[in-house]
Nanobody
Framework: VQLQASGGGAVQTGGSLRLSCAAS????????VGWFRQAPGKEREFVAA????????YYGDAVKGRFTIIRDRARGTLYLQMDSLKPEDTSVYYC??????????????????WGQGTQVTVSS
């Protein structure tokens, strides 16, 4: 499984960004895929995930209602649409894939495949 994240950048408070994660073939059919973020000195934090079967989505409390995870099977790309951005969303964002169950999908240690991070900076 190969994952490649892109789309980070700098934006002002209230702005929007869309992150992309290109995935190798069959990833979406076999694995739960998601986004995590990690700020300096902090633990890696769950942002959003989508299950391989059924496409159920899950969100971290900090981003619920502002971020949307989108899976485009035809393009083999996972997106994270981020709206109403806040300074506390500043972080390095990672896409990930793994065989996880619902009770553990917020645990980054359960994901076996990771893309490189992409920096998101939100200024006030």
């Amino acid at each position: 499984v190969q994952l490649q994240a892109s789309g980070g950048g700098a934006v002002q408070t209230g702005g929007s960004l869309r992150l992309s994660c290109a995935a190798s073939a069959h990833t979406f059919g076999q694995y739960t895929v998601g986004w995590f973020r990690q700020a300096p000195g902090k633990e890696r934090e769950f942002v959003a995930a989508i299950r391989a079967s059924g496409g159920t989505t899950y969100y971290g409390d900090a981003v619920k209602g502002r971020f949307t995870i989108i899976r485009d099977r035809a393009r083999g790309t996972l997106y994270l649409q981020m709206d109403s951005l806040k300074p506390e969303d500043t972080s390095v964002y990672y896409c990930a894939a793994g065989t996880v169950i619902t009770s553990t999908l917020r645990d980054p240690q359960r994901y076996g495949y990771w893309g490189q991070g992409t920096q998101v900076t939100v200024s006030s």
